[in-house]
């Protein structure tokens, strides 16, 4: 079992940036696929960023070069580095790690991330 807790969410300008911090119970092995995604209301949750077994980092094509994903292997945590951020960037944003070898994603509870002026 895996326990996900983000945080880092919050209320920013457009343009603005916000790093969002997703750390985990214990270690997660690299050939689990770690990412982000988001759900903003009324639409369904859709994948930003993540990396893949293999090392590989993924984008949705909205953040691609504005967002950035990455893992503190140490720490047990992984980030999203957020620049450039667009009023449709507000959403609820979770983290996921999928373990393909028992075919269950854990999930976060979801941080809130708000674009406003």
């Known amino acids: 079992q895996v326990q996900l807790v983000e945080s880092g969410g919050g209320l920013v300008q457009p343009g603005g940036s916000l790093t969002l911090s997703c750390a985990a119970s214990g270690s997660i092995p690299r050939i689990d696929t770690i990412g982000w995604y988001r759900q903003a209301p009324g639409k369904e949750r859709e994948l930003v960023a993540r990396?893949?077994?293999?090392?590989?980092?993924n984008y949705a094509d909205s953040v691609k070069g504005r967002f950035t994903v990455s893992r503190d292997s140490a720490k047990n945590t992984m980030y999203l580095q957020m620049n450039n951020l667009k009023f449709e960037d507000t959403a609820v944003y979770y983290c996921?790690?999928?373990?393909?070898?028992?075919?269950?994603?854990?999930w976060g509870q979801g941080t809130q991330v708000t674009v406003s002026s």
């Open positions: 990396i893949t077994p293999g090392g590989l980092t």
């Open positions: 996921n790690v999928r373990r393909s070898m028992i075919g269950h994603d854990f």
